[in-house]
């Protein structure tokens, strides 16, 4: 069965530095993949979605890159701040049937004034 | 303002009592879908419904039911709520712009605890 893998360890930085966060997943080849901020008590909230033929996306201070050899995204935040600080998700479509995502666990980003 | 709102926020109850946790959007969405979030557990869907009258299991489906009987509300039953089913949990709605991609709304969350 499809499997996704991210970093349960929180990730520490100092503000103004880059934060990569990882997701891993397995057994399956997704058309797409999302990432997502969550926020503690809150929903999470869509971020960036990369397709399956793109390498890298942008938005902003954000980048995300797709590598489909390795099954791996990877999720960048550039001159980050500690309003940064949050829980970040990534999602796949799960294989056959339904086109609604599964999430990974997450991993909660610290951004250190 | 486009949201999915879900009813209500917070909710103590015990052992047996049937409880409903409504959710609704009004984006006109044609997928909703539950999901619950317990710590180290992450997000795991409960039901889903692709359209009015059309829903289907997600990975932890017991001790749920759900109905879809208009296209934007989609409330979570628990017939027969026990301790377990303590979580928080979150209705999701999303729109398809095009057959493989999907984007999330989340609602703001229902915090249940079950005595």
């Known amino acids: 069965s499809q499997k996704i893998e991210q970093n349960s360890e929180a990730l520490n930085i100092q503000e103004g530095k880059t934060a990569t966060l990882t997701c891993n997943y397995t057994n399956y080849s997704p058309a797409y993949l999302q990432w997502y901020r969550q926020d503690p008590g809150r929903g999470p909230v869509f971020l960036l979605l990369?397709?399956?033929?793109?390498k890298e996306k942008r938005k902003e201070r954000l980048k995300v890159t797709f590598d489909t050899t390795l099954k791996q995204s990877l999720f960048h935040i550039t001159a980050s701040q500690p309003a940064d600080s949050a829980t970040y998700l990534c999602?796949?479509?799960?294989?056959?049937?339904?086109?609604?995502?599964?999430f990974g666990r997450g991993t909660s980003l610290i951004v250190h004034p | 303002e486009a949201q999915v709102t879900q009813n209500p926020r917070y909710l103590i109850t015990v052992t047996g009592k049937k409880l409903t946790v409504t959710c609704s959007q009004n984006?006109?969405?044609?997928?909703m879908s539950w999901y619950r979030q317990d710590p180290g557990l992450g997000l795991r869907q409960i039901y889903y419904?692709?359209?009015?009258?059309?829903?289907d299991k997600g990975d932890v489906p017991e001790g749920y039911k759900v109905s879809r009987k208009e296209k934007r509300n989609f409330p979570l039953i628990l017939e027969s709520p026990s301790p377990n089913q303590t979580s928080l949990y979150f209705c999701?709605?999303?729109?398809?712009?095009?057959?493989?991609?999907?984007?999330?709304?989340f609602g703001p969350g229902t915090r249940l605890t079950v005595l």
């Open positions: 419904s692709m359209n009015v009258e059309v829903t």
């Open positions: 999701a709605s999303s729109e398809r712009d095009s057959p493989v991609q999907i984007v999330q709304f």
């Open positions: 990369i397709r399956e033929n793109e």
């Open positions: 999602a796949l479509p799960p294989p056959g049937g339904s086109y609604i995502p599964t």
């Open positions: 984006m006109n969405h044609e997928y």
